[in-house]
């Protein structure tokens, strides 16, 4: 599946903003040539099932079925009709003030139709400026899954941004870095942000100057026009200031679409600034280590740092995600040399490279960079001439490093590197972790099936009769 870029203006629509045009690959990786619209922020058709073959046109029956549903999936109230509720209800006294997280929505004392449903009481106005806190999480990885960085993230994040003297916050999916810097305008940290996600739950508590209703992988505005303008508004630095993005995006979330988007906030930014340099805006954007070479290759002038970033509601991306630690990383276009990471959790300058590295990635001589990952220290191959993960094993015959097949005995090992098929194509099996065979050919799958073969067969009596069976008797009788 590959997605087709290009602007979004003219494509249908579902309940998440203009569609994108996709086309599908065959099993040996040529086109089909067929192309088709789905929907830009869900990979899961049971959430959202919005497909349409490009080359049909769309019949006014499913165009009006369409626009029923984005119609009925609008939130209850605009983003001023919130507001009004809003102010209305911060004039009441906390022990009045509820939310319901069932329907998520700011509760007055004469709602009385949440009963049955799971409310908050004493909304203080603390919470109010960290509505995460009251939401229910959204944990449909496939959509909208929601992870909220730790605090010691939160921190970093800040911190780097004030030595980097920025004075502006463009963040994208990012609602604890909002929350932090509103919470925190008594103390006066010189930064100022604009919040966009595709949440609109946030709308209840964020007014329009502060928030917008946004998709970043299709471009799209919810609000329309007035979003748009003040989004544009916000990049215009005056008077000495400065501003950057903080990218969050679901990590299934195409890498290209998002690449897109990117860009076109790259032009209006210099279009606003009459910016004609090559310089780009400065963008700080997380995402998985092993993702780096789809940003490297839509955005070359991006580069991973070291820093790992912890989440506080993840197992596998939090502080207690094992020794390796959380495999987010921090993806920028910002002079490696000035990203400086704390070093009181370990990190360290290598004067070789003229950056900020993890205490586990040692400088290579040989490949002159800092070459780790993820994990232990990474190896160097004389034969490969590059360095390679601890526990992959250099293949004499394909002249390659890879990693072993898993859970096989000796005797049954393949050679562990890439082997092509028929027509030239790399096999990679994602169950054994091995190569030169498919998920479905492991030879795992092999000695499972014979292990099943020779296990005794069930007794005819101790099994359960058929429904058709239990007719059968009724008819007799």
């Not at 009045?96 to 049955?116: G, M, Q, V, W």
């Not at 995600?321 to 959790?345: A, D, M, Q, Y």
Request: aromatic share 10%; hydrophobic share 30%; proline share 5%.
């Amino acid at each position: 599946m590959e997605v087709i870029i290009k602007n979004t203006k003219h494509h249908p629509s579902c309940p998440h903003g203009p569609c994108l045009m996709f086309e599908r690959h065959s099993a040996n990786g040529t086109k089909t040539g067929r192309k088709f619209y789905a929907c830009s922020a869900c990979r899961d058709r049971s959430v959202c099932s919005f497909f349409h073959w490009c080359d049909d046109e769309i019949s006014s029956k499913k165009q009006e079925h369409w626009n029923d549903i984005i119609e009925a999936s609008k939130p209850c109230f605009t983003h001023d009709e919130c507001m009004s509720r809003l102010s209305s209800f911060k004039q009441l006294p906390s022990h009045e003030r509820r939310y319901c997280k069932t329907c998520s929505l700011l509760i007055f004392p004469d709602e009385t139709n949440h009963a049955k449903h799971e409310v908050v009481e004493n909304i203080t106005s603390e919470k109010l400026l960290q509505p995460s806190t009251l939401f229910s999480v959204l944990q449909d990885k496939k959509s909208e899954a929601q992870y909220f960085f730790a605090d010691k993230t939160i921190s970093f994040v800040i911190s780097l941004l004030k030595k980097l003297n920025f004075t502006k916050v463009l963040s994208i999916g990012t609602p604890k870095i909002h929350e932090y810097l509103l919470s925190k305008q008594n103390e006066d940290l010189g930064l100022q942000s604009l919040f966009l996600d595709i949440d609109d739950r946030y709308m209840q508590f964020f007014e329009p100057g502060s928030f917008c209703h946004y998709n970043v992988f299709n471009n799209h505005f919810f609000e329309g026009k007035s979003s748009k303008k003040t989004m544009k508004q916000f990049l215009s630095e005056n008077e000495g200031e400065k501003i950057a993005i903080l990218l969050d995006p679901p990590f299934g979330g195409l890498v290209d679409a998002i690449s897109y988007t990117l860009n076109t906030i790259n032009k209006w930014w210099k279009a606003k600034n009459n910016t004609q340099s090559s310089e780009d805006i400065p963008i700080l954007w997380f995402f998985p280590y092993f993702l780096e070479p789809r940003i490297i290759k839509s955005m070359p002038s991006m580069e991973m740092m070291d820093y790992k970033v912890d989440y506080a509601n993840h197992k596998k991306f939090g502080s207690k995600s094992g020794s390796k630690g959380s495999p987010v990383r921090i993806f920028t276009n910002i002079e490696k040399s000035s990203f400086e990471l704390p070093k009181k959790e370990g990190y360290k300058f290598c004067a070789k490279c003229q950056r900020w590295t993890s205490k586990e990635n040692k400088h290579c001589n040989k490949c002159n960079k800092c070459t780790t990952n993820h994990g232990p220290t990474y190896k160097h191959c004389d034969s490969c001439n590059v360095c390679v993960k601890d526990s992959y094993t250099h293949c004499k015959i394909h002249n390659k490093c890879a990693p072993p097949m898993l859970n096989i005995k000796e005797t049954e090992k393949q050679c562990n590197c890439s082997l092509p098929d028929s027509e030239g194509n790399t096999l990679k099996c994602y169950k054994c972790f091995g190569y030169g065979h498919r998920k479905n050919e492991c030879p795992i799958n092999s000695k499972s099936t014979k292990k099943r073969k020779q296990q005794k067969p069930i007794e005819a009596e101790h099994l359960k009769p058929s429904k058709a069976e239990k007719i059968k008797k009724k008819k007799v009788v």
